[in-house]
């Protein structure tokens, strides 16, 4: 893991060696073991090291023997000693252990088309000083972020936006159109960042910036059998091949010259990760996991249970709401856009726990829930189709209470609340946004605080139409469960749990964060697998149940899904109410940045200090708000 920064086009406002240098420095904590840059004639090249493989000989900008392709890289290739000796049969020779010269073999030998032989999580830029052309990719679903602007002629990109902040040029300024995402789907949605004029190069694509322009373009799609064709039926089978890909990628990713941690949240996939990783590791396992002094998110118990039955080195630390204040203005600067949960900020400390244990690498169990559908909306959008072909029985909308056990108040809710609610009726069913509208739409309610001035800016825009238009032509082919998975892997999974609650951070903190389940041979596989495989009557993750059933303890397996959750709105009065909550949330404040309505807000912070805010619209609108307010706060010239 790394960051990197460049540009390709002539410098002439700045000594391009100097720039260079200030943008990398912006990203300083992604890589504090070494820094190298290099000025090349049409381009130049940063780098900061987080030294995982090839520690001696890694050293970067990496150039090939003859200079002609020059190469900054952040992440890993996990296959890079298989492709080593590939190369090596075909004659290839190599100077160094690590994989960021297998990139540079790779492309000498297959050109751009060397995207597809990799098997990683990657973000990198290689000059060919031959073709005079700058070829930046990324990885297949989104793990390593890349983002670039284009101005007066020079392309420039990093691995975090800070540094693109670094250009003269470059000015911060909050898109609407991205708050307008950000209040309906979690996140701004790539290429579109929080900043005007600043992009996010999207999963599997690559871009190519020559003296023809730039082109973007797509190299890999997760794909699915339209729904009348053959998939895989066959459980024994398939478990049997998914324990073997489970655990290739598990080994795969414990490959590196220091040692790997795994982390723990005390559910199915982190756990069987673990269980996984134990009898492959190099010594000791060591294991990390959050906890909550409040009882309602605290998983403490399972978390223990794993590592105990594992017997890995365990590692914890627990969370109090005051603690989220605190450390809440540094999560947003590492996020770099506006939050509407407070669940990424525990994630920090957690990656803080690492770093602190000496630690830069370990196993996470994100992705299981997107490859296996494991998520509450994938069974909500089933029973949701149950209902609508009854939409005046009474009976069926019970099931909602069955799908959100720890929602207390949703188990008070009448038949005729839970059907409104959940949107159930039939005249929707062809709208390929029907899995995530009820999601969309709860979200989305937390736009009522909007100032007028802000709504008239976004004007007639629909998140839900440029959703839409995104989508593969296949994708009304596809059987209703993958398209909701195709939805969560797109969409939400690079652009919310990879970046705000994974990649930024872990890298705050120097830590590199490795997912097996997102081996793209793995999602490739789950593709092909029958719905039932995946969800089972409202049994999640079916087939990966059957493959955990012998490895994690029982309790760990049985016990009923409590996604990931931290306090929120509450986490903000009391104690945690700071200096810089009562100044942001002010109503001068709040009339002053202009994106919000002050009367509105300011009746949201009163009911937040007294009674308390109890609905998910207000808690998502007074988390929404306040981060909005420190962003602005952070990177631009307001409250200045």
């Known amino acids: 893991m790394c960051g990197l920064a460049g540009y390709v086009g002539r410098i002439t406002d700045q000594a391009p060696d100097v720039l260079l240098r200030q943008m990398t420095d912006m990203i300083a904590h992604r890589g504090p073991d070494e820094e190298g ?6 381009a130049g090249l940063g780098h900061k090291r987080l030294s995982i493989v090839g520690i001696s000989d890694g050293q970067q900008p990496m150039h090939s023997h003859d200079r002609q392709h020059s190469l900054v890289f952040n992440g890993q290739i996990f ?5 080593r000796r590939d190369l090596e049969a075909q004659g290839a020779r190599f100077r160094t ?3 960021t010269e297998v990139i540079l073999q790779l492309y000498a030998r297959y050109g751009t088309d060397c995207l597809r032989h990799m098997n990683g999580d990657f973000a990198f830029a290689l000059w060919d000083a031959q073709q005079q052309r700058m070829f930046i990719a990324r990885d297949r679903l989104g793990v390593r972020p890349l983002f670039y602007t284009h101005v007066d002629d020079v392309l420039y990109f990093a691995s975090e936006i800070k540094a693109l902040l670094r ?4 000015q911060a300024e909050l898109d609407p159109l991205a708050l307008d995402q950000i209040f309906t789907l979690w996140a701004p949605v790539a290429p579109r960042t929080a900043f005007r004029n600043i992009s996010e190069l999207e999963p599997a694509h690559m871009m190519i910036c020559d003296a023809n322009g730039i082109r973007i373009s797509r190299y890999w799609e997760l794909d699915y059998p339209d729904r009348h064709d053959a998939m895989i039926t066959n459980a024994d089978a398939a478990a049997e091949e998914l324990e073997a890909l489970l655990q290739d990628a598990t080994g795969l990713r414990l490959q590196a010259d220091v040692p790997v941690g795994t982390y723990l949240s005390g559910g199915l996939d982190s756990s069987l990760i673990a269980a996984f990783a134990q009898p492959l590791a190099k010594g000791a396992l060591h294991s990390f996991s959050v906890g909550f002094a409040d009882a309602d998110y605290d998983e403490s118990r399972y978390q223990q249970m794993v590592a105990q039955a594992l017997h890995t080195q365990h ?7 005051d603690d989220i204040a605190t450390i809440f203005p540094d999560v947003i600067a590492a996020a770099e856009a506006p939050l509407v949960r407070t669940a990424p900020a525990p994630l920090y400390r957690l990656a803080q726990l690492v770093r602190d244990s000496g630690m830069k690498a370990v196993l996470t169990g994100e992705g299981a829930d997107e490859v296996f559908a494991g998520y509450d909306i994938f069974r909500e959008a089933k029973v949701r189709r149950f209902c609508a072909r ?8 019970q099931l909602f209470r069955r799908l959100y056990p720890y929602l207390p108040g949703l188990q008070a809710q009448t038949p005729e609340t839970l059907a409104a609610f959940f949107g159930v009726h039939g005249n929707d069913l062809a709208d390929p946004l029907y899995s995530h509208r009820p999601r969309m739409k709860a979200t989305g309610a937390a736009k009522l605080f909007f100032s007028a001035d802000l709504k008239r800016e976004i004007g007639d825009y629909d998140v839900g139409e440029e959703l839409a238009a995104k989508l593969p032509e296949r994708f009304g082919h596809w059987h209703e469960l993958h398209q909701a998975q195709y939805l969560e892997c797109r969409f939400l999974l690079p652009s919310y749990i990879l970046s705000s609650q994974g990649d930024r951070m872990a890298m705050a903190h120097g830590v590199e964060t490795r997912f097996p389940f997102l081996d793209y041979r793995l999602s490739e596989f789950a593709a092909k697998l029958h719905p039932s495989l995946k969800l089972h009557g409202l049994t999640e993750k079916y087939l990966l149940r059957r493959v955990a059933k012998t490895r994690i303890p029982a309790e760990v397996l049985q016990r009923q899904k409590q996604p990931y ?17 009562r100044e942001l949330m002010g109503e001068s404040r709040i009339q002053e940045s202009g994106y919000f309505n002050a009367k509105a807000v300011s009746k949201l912070y009163e009911k937040n200090k007294g009674q308390g805010l109890s609905g998910f619209r207000d808690n998502t ?18 409250f200045k």
């Open 97 to 99: 252990h690590s994989d």
């Open 79 to 83: 296959n890079h000693a298989e492709l």
């Open 565 to 581: 959750r931290a306090p929120d709105s509450q986490s903000f009065t009391g104690k945690g109410e700071k200096d810089y909550v």
């Open 390 to 397: 009854q939409p005046q029985s009474q009976i069926r909308p």
């Open 167 to 170: 250009v003269p040029a470059v």
């Open 315 to 321: 590692h914890s630390i627990s969370i109090a709401d």
């Open 621 to 638: 609108a007074y988390i929404g708000i306040l981060s909005t307010q420190l962003w602005l706060q952070k990177f631009t010239n307001f």
């Open 37 to 42: 840059a290099v000025v090349l004639q049409g």
